[in-house]
């Protein structure tokens, strides 16, 4: 088998910010697998994965997949490698694998890991922290869903509630990546217009327990994690306090651990929201053939970017889609 690494540099439309920094440029790594399977690694601050360190990871692990090593071995490979290299980088292994398969056998990328085929879904698309002129266009464009970055910035805070309170025809999901306090979160959802807040994703640190429980008793909107899930025991740990979770598959690695804690979530009866890094169209295309059994997906991470080197993704009237049925549906232009 022979395995490539091509480094992409995403250019960003507007500068991108959230409660942990901020960003217009971006590096992430594509797997070329037999000329065919393609995955990629995006990394976050959040989550500890920076570009040289999954650069370092997916090229240790490259170097151990020889041209004679058979398809039937590259699966257990993976697996013993595992722990060894941080998620983004088995994510872009694991999606060019499973890639590969089934662009070879004429197959959906979904139907191999056992899910149901993905259909059109509208996704939402996210405006950063403080970027109230990016807000007032996403409106104005009819997007119908706006995920709005917010920290606890009373200016910033003012303005986004007015904004968001002048829309009728827009539902919007908030995102403060950690960092409110319970004050915070009174004041800012008292403001708010709670009709049209689909949820609040991540109000507090992961540790925070108490806040979250105090939260769930303040109001009916519901409450998402994400940072603080990473395995199926968080989210076990967390499921009488929460109502859903936002599931990555770059913080998950394999896609197969994605599915596993899908499938989690849906025996605790939570809700799934699929979400993204900012990606390429590699990254977005697989994480929509997993999103057949979600209630919600996040997946803008390539609207976000001015262009990319590959093909068969579809964004029309805010629907999500590829065009291209086998593999994941995105190849090299």
């Not at 662009?103 to 993905?118: F, T, V």
């Not at 976000?304 to 086998?326: Q, W």
Request: hydrophobic share 40%.
């Amino acid at each position: 088998m022979t395995c490539k690494l091509m480094p992409i540099d995403l250019t960003l439309i507007r500068e991108f910010v959230v409660a942990g920094g901020r960003t217009r440029q971006k590096r992430n790594y594509v797997v070329i697998l037999n000329d065919l399977g393609l995955g990629e690694a995006a990394g976050s601050v959040h989550y500890g994965a920076s570009a040289e360190k999954i650069e370092s990871d997916l090229i240790k692990a490259i170097s151990g997949i020889s041209k004679n090593m058979e398809s039937s071995d590259l699966d257990k490979y993976l697996s013993d490698i595992e722990k060894e290299i941080c998620p983004p980088a088995m994510c872009a292994l694991s999606t060019a694998w499973h890639d590969y398969k089934c662009k070879s056998h004429g197959q959906g990328l979904y139907a191999d890991l056992g899910l149901p085929r993905p259909y059109p879904k509208k996704t939402s698309i996210t405006a950063s922290v403080g970027d109230r002129l990016e807000l007032e266009r996403l409106i104005a464009a009819e997007y119908g869903i706006v995920k709005v970055k917010m920290d606890a910035d009373t200016d910033d805070c003012r303005e986004v509630i007015r904004l968001i309170s002048s829309s009728e025809d827009t539902r919007f999901r908030i995102d403060a990546n950690g960092s409110w306090t319970t004050d915070d979160a009174k004041k800012i959802i008292d403001q708010l217009p709670v009709d049209r807040i689909e949820l609040i994703e991540q109000p507090f640190a992961a540790d925070d327990k108490k806040a979250w429980l105090k939260l769930r008793e303040m109001s009916d909107i519901p409450l998402f994690m994400d940072e603080s899930i990473v395995t199926a025991d968080d989210m076990e740990k967390a499921s009488n306090y929460i109502d859903g979770v936002n599931i990555k598959i770059q913080k998950s690695g394999r896609l197969e651990t994605a599915v596993e804690a899908m499938r989690t979530a849906l025996k605790l009866n939570l809700r799934i929201m699929l979400g993204c890094m900012i990606e390429s169209s590699v990254g977005i295309a697989a994480a929509y053939n997993l999103s057949g059994p979600v209630d919600y997906i996040d997946l803008d991470g390539r609207l976000l970017v001015e262009g990319d080197p590959f093909t068969g993704l579809e964004y029309s009237d805010g629907l999500l889609n590829t065009i291209d049925g086998y593999g994941h549906g995105v190849s090299l232009a």
